[in-house]
């Protein structure tokens, strides 16, 4: 089934809520499987984590390769897109950016990379060194080849996924109308079927993935953390610990959601970025500093020259399934998990950037932070092996949340710097973890608009589930029982993705058709108004435009004028063997007409209605409430509508006939396709 995005129906668009509201079927059935698997979790945390285990594997053995051929599919689709389509715009034709580049640039990055990137930017580097994937291990060739695994692990192939949900849910939430919510991206696909069942269940479906993806995360913040608190202040490392930083994260990460994006997430985004950017210069400053610069250029060079053959790379002759396993597979699927997540949140965020500003910018600016982070500290561990530390080696590798924290007491101001990456990773833990509650509130929401959020008190409740969920999790068994979560929720959504390229592929097609066809018939629609003027009739649109129209009088030009034409219309194509029909409705806020040739969802409509507007006042004096014009509105897809109260009845039989016109090309060009 495909549905035509030319013309989504008003109503349909209008029968939204003036406030936002809880969807309870969503929230109910989301807060009872949670509930259940953190209680199987606590209860019974062996049999927990060796039930997931083996289903990772099952997961690993044959889907694998599924997972390694989606992840480059992505990125080359959202290149495509970002390419032919580069001027579309995540909005109406007016919207503008309402972030400047560095506070986009700071939120889209600090919410969809977490702690996470300070616990793998030494631990990775020094596991692929000592054990590589292939290849002799603690060789020069190794040392090179593992920065550029934790590249290309965090690299342009992770965001591509966010940049395809982002883009798809900022396209039909900001410019087509649609809830903001994964499932207005499946619109091409069910049509009007997303408000109902199927809808409920793509909701639900997302917030467990989100909350298990975020839960990947934060566990993985805590425990840097504990060992963060260890070093400086002799604090236990263990759940007891553990528990106590979630519970204070968590009240701040509700501080923090219910200030909104504008100010809190916003704010704690951009201190993130600068701290965590001056992290990572000291320790290139007071480092060894010519050596990581040298190591730096190598591995971007490395990374452009390998990335082709990586990214397809299934290691099929000698295939280290373990491997795979724990890092690219696990990569993958983390990154499929978070996708819905930080997608809505960049969607959320981008409104009034155009597709190829978006995908430039998701692409490229994070990348660039995470070539710094990455190159700066995975080459200083590296060389830190190299010159003699087996020791720190292997412990970065056996414990991987210890590794970043042994490294940075190598360099001045030890104990600042500890502190320092303490708070930045809470920092990343906060921004994580209220992005996802004001995501997931949103999923769980009815909202009037794509710029409401959900309730304070539902984005409190997200935020003290996603907590509960983490220690749950840490008690099954760490950090291994939240990958093994993250592989397994991660497979259905993999899916998904695959539904929304289609669906998103057809409605930017179809708008680009309609476009194309709008263009050529500009010609001819210019000539019917210009040929069907008449005397005096630039006074009637000067009345119009300048003047007041009540709605009986619009009411009355409907009737007397338009609904006429379109009869004319519609004998005129019958007799050339079409089924037209023309219908008219009366409506307590305004009368309505429709022509429409063919059934189906893939019939043409022509639709005008009378629609009451403020009226414009020209700064003569103050508009009172209740000055009030009327208009002949006609809706375009792109969101816009004109006034066609002024056109004489050949005007209108011209406008039907350029829009039929139009209709016809992008068919015809949806076939050619």
């Known amino acids: ?49 060796s039930t997931l285990g083996d289903v990772v594997g099952w997961i690993s053995n044959w889907f694998g390769w599924f997972y390694i051929a989606l992840a480059t599919a992505v990125l080359v689709f959202v290149v495509y897109l970002g390419v032919r389509h580069s001027r579309v715009r995540l909005g109406g034709p007016d919207d503008r950016p309402e972030f400047s580049t560095f506070s986009w640039a700071a939120m889209l990055f600090a919410a969809g990379i977490g702690t996470d990137v300070m616990f793998f930017a030494v631990a990775e580097p020094a596991s692929q060194y000592l054990a590589p994937p292939q290849g002799q291990a603690e060789t020069v060739e190794a040392a090179r080849e593992a920065t550029v695994w934790t590249l290309f692990h965090y690299g342009i192939t992770g965001w591509g996924m966010y940049a395809l949900m982002g883009m798809a849910l900022g396209f039909f939430a900001h410019r087509k109308g649609l809830p903001l919510a994964v499932r207005s991206a499946l619109y091409p696909l069910v049509g009007k079927r997303i408000r109902g069942p199927i809808g409920d269940a793509v909701d639900i479906a997302t917030v467990l993935g989100t909350i298990f993806g975020v839960a990947t995360s934060l566990g993985i913040g805590v425990v840097m953390l504990n060992v963060g608190l260890g070093v400086m202040f002799d604090v236990p490392q263990g759940i007891p610990a553990q528990i106590g930083l979630v519970v204070v994260a968590v009240g701040v990460a509700t501080i923090s959601a219910t200030t909104g994006v504008d100010r809190g997430i916003r704010f704690l985004s951009q201190l993130n970025v600068i701290l965590a950017i001056a992290l990572a210069l000291w320790v290139l400053i007071t480092g060894q500093t010519t050596f990581l610069l040298r190591a730096i250029t ?217 476009n194309t066809a709008a263009r050529l018939s500009l010609t001819t629609h210019l000539a019917g108004h210009r040929s069907t003027a008449r005397v005096g009739s630039w006074r009637q649109r000067m009345s119009s435009g300048f003047g007041r129209v009540s709605l009986r009088q619009a009411n009355a030009r409907l009737a007397t004028v338009v609904v006429p034409a379109l009869e004319e219309v519609a004998e005129a194509l019958r007799g050339e063997g079409r089924e037209v029909e023309v219908s008219s409705a009366t409506g307590e806020h305004g009368d309505s007409a429709t022509l429409s040739v063919g059934e189906g969802p893939n019939a043409f409509e022509w639709r005008v209605r009378a629609r009451q507007v403020p009226a414009p006042s020209y700064g003569t004096r103050m508009r009172e409430a209740s000055d009030l014009t009327t208009r002949l509105e006609v809706a375009l897809p792109t969101g816009s509508s004109y006034d066609v109260y002024p056109y004489t009845g050949e005007q209108i039989c011209h406008d039907v006939l350029d829009h039929l016109e139009r209709w016809q090309a992008t068919s015809a060009m949806t076939q050619l396709g």
């Open 298 to 514: 190598m591995n971007v060079g490395d990374f452009v020259s390998m990335f082709p053959g990586m990214t397809m790379d299934t290691m099929a002759y000698d295939h280290p399934a373990e491997w795979m396993s724990l890092w690219t597979l696990f990569f993958w699927a983390w990154w499929v998990a978070w996708a819905s997540f930080v997608g809505m949140f960049l969607a959320r965020i981008s409104k009034g950037r155009t597709i190829g500003q978006f995908v430039l910018g998701t692409l490229i600016i994070p990348f660039i932070y995470i070539v710094m982070w990455v190159t700066i500290f995975g080459n200083a561990a590296l060389k830190k092996i190299s010159d003699g530390g087996e020791k720190f080696g292997q412990l970065a590798i056996n414990q991987p949340e210890a590794g970043f924290y042994t490294l940075l007491q190598d360099y001045p101001g030890a104990f600042f710097l500890v502190g320092l990456a303490t708070f930045v990773g809470l920092l990343f833990y906060v921004t994580s973890a209220d992005s996802g509650a004001l995501v997931m509130a949103n999923l769980s929401s009815e909202l009037p608009d794509s710029e409401s959020d959900g309730r304070p008190w539902l984005r409190i409740l997200w935020a003290v589930t996603t907590g509960v969920l983490t220690i749950a999790m840490l008690v099954v068994g760490g950090i291994v029982a939240l990958q093994y979560a993250t592989i397994v929720m991660g497979l259905p959504f993999a899916v998904v993705m695959i539904l929304v390229m289609v669906g998103l592929h057809r409605a930017l097609e179809a708008e680009r058709g309609l």
């Open 1 to 49: 089934m495909s549905v035509n995005l030319t013309d989504i129906d008003p109503d349909f668009l209008a029968d939204r809520p003036s406030r936002p509201r809880a969807k309870r079927s969503v929230l109910a059935i989301s807060f009872v499987v949670i509930a259940a698997i953190a209680a199987w979790a606590l209860i019974t945390p062996d049999r927990a984590e």
